[in-house]
Each structure stands twice: as C-alpha cells, then as structure tokens.
C-alpha cells in the first residue's frame, strides 16, 4: 500500500496533465498529505480559500485521480503552517544571526521598514514617525477579505505563513488604494509574529534608489549589497517608480538573483502590470513576473461597509455613523479605500464637531468635491493655490523661511505635491530648496494627519476643493 505522501504524488502526477504545471503549482504546491486510512486520504492546504478554490475548479479532476487509486474519499483540511521542505531558508539565517554576523555594524538585526535602513543622520530628522507603530496597524486581521481581493490575499497569507516556499516571487498589482502595502506590510508583520529573529525588510522603490544612490557616492556598496542580499525577506512597495532608473534596476537584478537562488522571500507591489511598466529591463520585467501575480480591484460595496465598520471600531466611534451614510459612502467612494477612509473621518469630524448628523446634500457635495482628478496638476497651480490659501507668498512657500504658517503651507503643498502630481521627492525638494528626506517626511506628517483627522485635514480639503 502507497503512503499518504506518495499517493498525493501520484494524484497529482495525474492530474498535471490536465490542468497545466503553472496551475498546479499555483493551487497545489502547498498542499500536504496528512494520513490514509480506510479508503480515505486526507490532505491539507493553507488557508480556506485555497479549499474552497481546490473543491471548486478541481473536484472532477481529484475525485477521478483518486477513484484511479482505489481510494473512496478525499478530505481536505485547514492548516495554516504547512512545513514542505526540510528546513528553510528561515531557519538557516536565523541561526546566523544568532552567532552575532548581522550585528556587528551596531545596527538592529532585524531590518525592518524603511527606517532602519537609513543613515543616522537622515532617522534622527524624523525620528517622530513611529514607523513600527504604523505598521502595527497592517496586518491579516483588520484586512477585509472579499471577491476583489481574496485571491490577491490569500497568497499572500500562505506566504507570511510558509515563506520562500511556493510563491516567490509574488506580485501584487492594481491602481492606488486598493491595499497593496497594507498586504506587503501584513506579509513581513507576520513572518516576523512568527519568526523574530527574520531579517525582513519592506521598504519602497523610492527610499531603494535613495539608498543605493548614497550607498553609491559613499563608497558604501559593499555595506549596502551585504545587507540586501542576507535578508530573508524582501518586500519592496510601487516598483513602477523604477521605470527608467536603469542602475537602480540592475542593483535589484543581482539583489534578486542572489535571493531568489537561496530560496529568500521577495514581494513586490505594482500600480499597473509588469507589462505596462515603461523603461523597466526585460530582464527584471521577467523576474518580477517569474512568480506568481495577483491584482487587486475595488472593493464591492459590502467590502467597503466592513473596511469602514472596522475603522470606526478601532477608533471607537461605531455609533457615530449611521448604517445609511456608510451605505452612501460605500456606493459613492469606492474606487479607492484611502479616499473612501479619508472620506469617513472627515464626516466623522464633522459629526463630533457639529454634533449633527450631515445632511444628504453635504454628503452629495462633499463627494462631488472628492472626486479623484484625473490628470495631474501643475507645480505652479498646486504652490499658488496653497500659498493663497495660508495668505503667504509664493516665493516664501519656495523659500527657507521657517515661519509657522509658511512651514504649515509648504507642507502640505508637498504633500499635494506627490498627491496630484507623479513627482519624486527628489524633485519635490529641488522646487522647494530642500533635501529629498526632508520632502518625504513632510508628506508623511501630513498623511499621519489624515489618518487621524488632526487639524491639517480641513486645509488639506479645502485646497483640494479649489485644484
Ligand atoms: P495601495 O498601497 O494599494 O495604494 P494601501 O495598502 O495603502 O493601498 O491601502 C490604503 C488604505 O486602505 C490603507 O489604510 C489600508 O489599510 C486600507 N485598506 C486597503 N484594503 C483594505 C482591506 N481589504 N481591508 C481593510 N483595509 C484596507
Ligand atoms: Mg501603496
């Protein structure tokens, strides 16, 4: 009699065939076999997605596969830590931390986020930005799984449960706001519940380039390669943002060679399909998509009621909005789950404040005033718009000055800036004499604001409504 592990061998032998390697491997590669008994075989998989999805497309294919084999039934169950392979890569490097290598430049072992990456200097600028409480806020369980995204998210759950294992690389494509780095984030905060020790790194394309530009001009290389290509885990955030940037794409080329063939987790995240991403080297294009790929679409409208259910929960503010305004917003903004998100605590604002429910016009306003531009916006409109708005010159906003107004009005001009505008930061800061860093981090404050709805929101839509 066959073991349990070389019948599904067999099954799945049989069943290759007829559903294609690349299918298999995306459906079946963690699969394991867990016992035969009395004409029964019962398997695992990772997640209830991946047995729904299984029961769904491949029931005829397994049923007549195992029928083949003389086995009656076929079960399959739940287990999230599937352990396929004998020890992973994750392991082997957690050791070596252990014995003290990655350390010894008095750095955290643990990479994590783009903080840790950067120079003293640049963190001691922005110490304030409580990175690793930002991304506490990212995980599995306050993401909204639904049709638009389940498949995107169940890879990835596998993923942060088995890394480096079946799908790597992964990619995770689709427009702004749709939960791209919340699932990045979510992939290395779990491998890291699970396994401390892992170097994990996520980290954008943006801050990437930065890195290896310094890294390049301060005859850092050696440091910087070292540290890319002993993470165990790579996650880098808007790689369309490397079209063009031929030395950066082929750094992350010999970066991704050289973890790839350790078996090292990488995830990278899209705006658009590999495809469609200009200026990027063939040769990269095709690594990125050497894995597997999943988009990401707007949320349906049951979706987006739970994601905004879940945000007044964790701010406990559940009573605050009625079930018809969260109808509303949910069939009016859903194009984008940051916008629909700013959009609530804007009228969660409103409410407090007022101590009124808003009215159905104001709603219909506020969402005619919120509807995304679609063309970007010219430096010049954003800077004299928001220097009128804070009653400052135009020169002042470009200046040094450091005067509290004109440092709250040039603020947010960057932030509008990046926001309606495909600017980088490094252009940013030259149209507003300042360094890269300094740009990045007044975007940030400012996204910080509206993620809480602090006092800069109400200038930061005012503006919005008058671009
Ligand atoms: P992207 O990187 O695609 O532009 P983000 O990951 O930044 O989008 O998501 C935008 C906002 O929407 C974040 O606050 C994120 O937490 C939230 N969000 C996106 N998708 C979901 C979801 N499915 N469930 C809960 N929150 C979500
Ligand atoms: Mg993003």
């Known amino acids: 009699m066959l073991t349990p592990d070389a019948t599904l061998q067999a099954i799945l032998e049989s069943i290759k065939g007829q559903i ?20 029964t075989l019962q398997i695992s998989v990772p997640s209830a997605y991946f047995k729904q ?42 050791g070596e931390i252990r014995h003290g290598t990655a350390s010894d430049d008095g750095e955290v ?48 759950v596998a993923i942060g449960n088995n890394p480096g294992q079946a799908y790597n690389p992964y990619l995770v494509y689709g427009p702004v706001g749709l939960g791209k780095t919340h699932i990045l984030k979510a992939v290395g905060n779990k491998i890291i519940s699970a396994n401390p020790k892992a170097k994990v790194l996520y980290i954008t394309s943006e801050a990437f380039l930065n890195l290896f530009v310094e890294a390049t001009q301060n005859k850092g290389m050696t440091k910087f390669r070292n540290k890319m ?21 082929e750094e992350l080329f010999h970066i991704f060679n050289v973890l790839h063939s350790e078996e090292r987790q990488m995830v990278f995240a899209s705006d658009r399909p590999v495809s469609r991403i200009q200026k990027l080297e063939e040769r990269l294009a095709s690594r990125f998509q050497s894995g597997t790929s999943a988009d990401l679409q707007p949320p ?10 879940n945000e007044l929960k964790k701010n406990n503010k559940t009573d605050i909005i009625s079930d018809g305004i969260l109808d509303f917003i949910a069939s009016h903004v859903r194009n984008n789950i940051r916008d629909m998100l ?18 159905l016009d104001v709603l219909k306003r506020w969402v005619a005033d919120h509807k995304p531009k679609s063309q970007s916006i010219s430096v010049e409109k954003i800077l004299k718009l928001t220097a009128s708005h804070f009653t400052v010159g135009l020169s002042d906003i470009r200046s040094k000055k450091r005067t509290r107004e004109i440092t709250k009005a040039r603020k947010i001009a960057i932030f509008l800036l990046r926001k ?31 993620e809480i709805g602090g006092p800069l929101c109400e200038h930061v839509f005012a503006i919005e409504a008058t671009l």
Request: avoid cysteine.
């Open 109 to 156: 072992p643990r990479v994590y986020g783009d903080e840790n990456l950067k120079t003293t200097t640049e963190r001691s600028e922005n110490k304030q930005s409580g990175e690793a409480k930002a991304l506490q806020n990212y995980t599995f369980e306050n993401f909204v799984i639904g049709p638009t995204n389940e498949f995107a998210a169940s890879i990835a």
């Open 20 to 39: 294609g390697e690349r299918e298999l491997a995306l459906w079946f590669s963690m699969i394991q076999a867990d016992s035969l008994q009395d004409e």
């Open 53 to 94: 999805s299984i029961e769904k497309k491949y029931s005829k294919q397994l049923e007549s596969a195992v029928s083949a084999l003389g086995i009656r039934n076929i079960i399959i169950n739940v287990k999230a830590n599937i352990l396929i392979d004998a020890p992973s890569s994750l392991k082997k490097s957690a």
């Open 229 to 249: 290509r002993t993470l165990d885990v790579l996650l880098i955030d808007d790689v369309q943002f490397f079209a063009g940037k031929e030395q950066t794409q």
């Open 420 to 450: 309606h505008n495909t600017l980088t930061f490094t252009e940013i800061g030259r149209s507003l004499s300042m360094s890269h860093v300094a740009a990045n981090s007044a975007y940030t404050t400012i996204e910080k604001e509206l």
């Open 300 to 309: 349906t409208a049951e979706m987006a009621i739970a994601i905004m259910k």
């Open 342 to 359: 700013s959009f609530l605590r804007k009228i969660v604002g409103y409410t407090e404040i007022t101590k009124k429910t808003v009215s």
